[in-house]
């Protein structure tokens, strides 16, 4: 079962002065491999927005470098939750790409996860922002791999074309990070030290497209 959400509602309705909540389901790139846990985008998203004197808890984090569609959705089946949050944010599917996975297997898993997540905003689509998938390929671990590296940016469009149509269907919040990632993403100073993954400079250049999404939803618009 996903939840109780009547449930959980009924425990949470009565606290009160508690800040915003932010649920981050994804896989390396929200749990940030390779950089300090304060310098995930999560995190740094977090304290832009407290920044910006915008109430919002620290991240709770249900990610794991590897993780495919079906792998978070194993874990999001036994994980405990707290519904409902007030901004969910989900970033999934490098690794469906990256192991070959089909794309129409992808969008029937993806949505069931969207759903879900959309469940844990209690019931509320436009509290769920969608984050497309990077481009690894542009990365020194993709230019190094020896695969066609034009042909994982096809792949990765593919994939975040389906993420962003479902995302419509369901009246989530899409943003688009996959332009930035591709700018500079070979530079020593926008990888972690895998030479594969962001570091917290590039989390910070995606911060601008996702913070406006996360304002937008934390507002109730």
Not at 19 to 48: C, K
Not at 105 to 119: D, G, K, M
Not at 129 to 135: E, L, Y
Not at 148 to 165: G, L, S, T
């Amino acid at each position: 079962m996903w939840l109780s959400l009547a449930a959980s509602v009924a425990l949470t309705a009565g606290v009160t002065n508690a800040p915003p909540r932010f649920l981050a389901l994804g896989d390396s790139y929200t749990i940030g491999e390779g950089v300090a846990p304060n310098e995930n985008w999560p995190h740094q998203l977090a304290a832009m927005l407290r920044a910006q004197s915008i109430a919002i808890a620290e991240p709770e984090i249900v990610a794991r470098t590897g993780w495919t569609t079906d792998e978070l959705s194993a874990t999001m089946d036994v994980h405990t939750f707290h519904p409902p949050y007030d901004l969910v944010t989900l970033l999934i599917g490098v690794n469906n790409q990256y192991r070959g996975r089909d794309l129409e297997n992808y969008r029937v898993e993806f949505r069931a996860l969207l759903e879900h997540a959309i469940a844990l905003a209690g019931g509320k689509p436009q509290h769920v922002v969608v984050v497309s998938i990077p481009d690894w390929g542009v990365t020194r671990f993709g230019v190094e791999s020896g695969r066609d590296v034009a042909q994982i940016a096809r792949e990765i469009d593919a994939f975040n074309a389906v993420a962003a149509n479902v995302s419509t269907a369901l009246h989530a919040r899409y943003v688009d990070i996959t332009a930035i990632s591709r700018t500079r993403g070979n530079a020593t100073d926008m990888l972690a030290a895998d030479g594969l993954h962001p570091s917290a400079a590039m989390y910070a250049r995606w911060l601008p497209a996702i913070s406006m999404a996360a304002r937008a939803s934390l507002d109730g618009g």
